[in-house]
């Protein structure tokens, strides 16, 4: 496993500076952050994250935000360095994931349907080796339902499943940063049912953008297809990898990404306003189910200042805590 890069200079003021430079910045910050001996500074990383991940560093950032690698890398025994801790660490997952059943013969026909249906979808973007990846989508999906035999197998796994395959190396790592996020969805959907998230997006939507939303009822748009699909996979399949990779870097950066969630799906509806209302039903439904390139982190901005605009209005919704 490769370490991050060394760096000596210390973290600079970002205002006024160019996205390039920026960006470096942030690498700086990050491999900063990633080459404490003792101490992980996760507040750090998720500062950072909220700019965007360096793609090389994403892999190993998303870890400690999603609490799969421990940010404490000291030991009781002064002896053993942190380098041998991070090992340890990692030997314990490599173990306990090689001890899981990855056998399942019914969904791993299913998922490499699936996987080669996004791999064929995903061809232009040269992301995956189509002849490793689909093993490795088919032994984590498997694992993970052969731990979870209350839930069924979905599709969608695969789009939940892909970034984790994209951005890191190791089989061990990709199944626990996915554990992670699907024990997240769902929870959410246990506390928070889907139809009532829908509900409350769409009467969010109607109040925000009443012109779009009525634009999409005399096309005889079906609100509720896209919409249970924005909001119970985080846009997993229908934003570009860029995309989503990016908004993911900022949602891992938040403890409580799921209340955050809708006010990007309605930023990316008012993004996309003046377009979509040029366009008929099937257009629509089209664009809606693959979205185009946009600026994620500016559509960010934008979903906070939704949030806050809805929060005037309704008097309270849940506001992602900064730590």
């Known amino acids: 496993m490769s370490s991050p890069q060394s760096s000596s200079s210390s973290s600079q003021s970002r205002q006024r500076s160019s996205p390039p430079l920026r ?18 500074d996760v507040n750090k990383l998720r500062k950072c994250a909220r700019q965007g991940i360096p793609e090389e560093l994403r892999g190993e950032v998303w870890k400690f935000l999603l609490g799969v690698e421990k940010s404490d890398r000291s030991q009781s025994n002064y002896f053993i360095s942190s380098v041998a801790n991070e090992f340890t660490q990692r030997r314990a997952r490599y173990d ?10 019914e969904v791993s026909k299913r998922v490499r349907g699936e996987v080669n249906r996004y791999l064929a979808r995903t061809k232009k973007e040269n992301l995956l080796d189509p002849h490793v990846a689909p093993a490795i989508f088919e032994a ?49 959907s246990l506390t ?22 009525n634009y999409f009822e005399e ?30 870097d900022v949602y891992f950066s938040l403890p409580d990404f799921m209340d955050f969630h809708p006010f990007v799906c309605l ?6 306003r003046d377009l979509l209302e040029d366009l008929e039903q099937s257009e629509i439904r089209s664009m809606l189910l693959r979205l185009p390139m946009m600026n994620v982190l500016r559509i960010v901005g934008q979903a906070h200042n939704i949030r806050s605009e809805i929060q005037t209005r309704y008097g309270s919704v849940a506001t992602p805590r900064l730590p």
């Open 23 to 40: 960006s470096a910045l942030v690498k700086e910050e990050i491999e900063d952050v990633l080459e404490s001996e003792v101490f992980v």
């Open 192 to 213: 928070n049912n889907i139809n009532k998230r829908v509900a409350q997006f769409l009467s969010y939507f109607r109040t925000l953008l009443p012109e779009l939303y």
């Open 267 to 272: 930023a990316i509806l008012q993004h996309l």
């Open 140 to 188: 984590v999906i498997c694992a993970y339902l052969n731990c979870n035999n209350h839930l069924e197998y979905s599709p969608a796994f695969v789009q939940i499943c892909a970034p984790f395959v994209i951005t890191l190396k190791a089989e061990y790592d990709i199944y626990s940063c996915f554990e992670r996020l699907v024990d997240t969805l769902s929870e959410s």
């Open 96 to 105: 306990a994931y090689r001890e899981i059943d990855k056998e399942n013969v």
């Open 219 to 248: 096309e005889e748009l079906d609100v509720g297809e896209w919409a249970s699909s924005w909001l119970r996979n985080l846009l997993a399949k229908e934003l570009p990898t860029s995309c989503l990779l990016t908004l993911w």
